[in-house]
């Protein structure tokens, strides 16, 4: 199942996805946020499929937002495939490296990426998204930690490298949290759709020109091992949004220039979809 949020920012429609059309959610739930995966929302919009109670939704001309609403948390996680460490000059890490980004990054697929005054090193970087269908904490397992995912998104982890590392102050998240920084989307996928989240390909381009091409079989720490550990750390909420980490081929590498006001990103995984934006200046 496909789930989507359609309209302008903060009066978006949750809308489904099927083969026989799309739908409009809004007699069934009212977001899809964290009430709606507390509160038993997939098991409510299958059941309304199935009664053939919805009514069709045409999206044509409608901005795409981003498929949840208002996270509570966005965890993301560092250098988590072995050639993106290697490009950015740092062995593998050993545990999962963690940092954050203000849900007020998170804007839609399709909607521009703003560029900070004075930013000279903005990077992209297509990664998995997980969103969490369940409260927990300190879970033992990874099958456990499977359980917990209610589904999975494109998520794009912008970042400007000079924030990141020159005014770091020996953290990343300077160069994660400037609005708009977080595109997601077009539509989440629930977890029981995606057979295995570590074989997915995903790629990203600028101007049409390929960067980034890998597959999740390469993240150093899987899914299922990223979930598990971070709720040692912190208790996961229904709607918490994780990062997964990119693959090699971003601007840090030095082989690709940094994006520039007018460049245009292109990010997809396997089964998930494609996402599009425009860089213009803030």
């Known amino acids: 199942m496909k789930l989507m949020r359609v309209g302008a920012p903060g009066s978006e429609i949750p809308v489904v996805e ?8 809004s007699s069934v739930v009212d977001d899809i946020d964290a009430a709606f995966w507390r509160d038993g929302g997939v098991r409510r919009v299958r059941d309304a499929l199935a009664a053939e109670a919805l009514p069709a ?5 409608l901005r ?6 208002r996270p509570g948390a966005v965890l993301c996680i560092g250098q988590n495939y072995a050639a993106h460490a290697a490009e950015s000059g740092d062995a593998p890490p050993s545990v999962p490296i963690l940092f954050h980004k203000h849900p007020n ?5 399709f909607d ?15 990664e998995l998204g997980v969103v969490i269908g369940q409260r927990c904490s300190y879970l033992t397992t990874q099958e456990e930690a499977l359980a917990a995912i209610g589904g999975y998104v494109v998520s794009n ?3 400007e490298r000079d924030y990141q590392i020159r005014d770091s102050g020996g953290q990343w998240s300077k160069g994660k949290n400037a609005p708009t920084f977080n595109p997601l989307g077009p539509y989440l996928v629930t977890a029981d759709e995606v057979a295995d ?6 790629s990203s381009r600028v101007n049409g020109e390929a960067r980034q091409d890998s597959n999740t079989a390469d993240m150093i720490f899987s899914v299922a091992e990223i979930v598990r550990h971070l709720s040692q750390y912190v208790a996961l909420d229904p709607g918490d949004l994780i990062n997964t980490g990119t693959p090699q081929g971003v601007a840090l590498s030095g082989r690709f220039p940094y994006l520039a006001i007018g460049d245009r990103m292109e990010l997809s995984i396997e089964g998930l979809g494609t996402q599009r934006q425009a860089i213009r200046p803030s």
């Open 157 to 159: 982890d912008v970042s």
């Open 197 to 202: 989240p570590q074989q997915l390909q995903l």
């Open 105 to 109: 990054t998170v804007v839609g697929p």
């Open 57 to 61: 939704m045409d999206v044509e001309g």
């Open 18 to 25: 099927t083969d026989s059309g799309r739908y409009d959610l």
């Open 64 to 69: 795409i937002g981003p498929p949840i609403a």
């Open 112 to 126: 521009d990426v703003l560029m900070p005054p004075g930013a000279l090193a903005m990077d992209w970087e297509v």
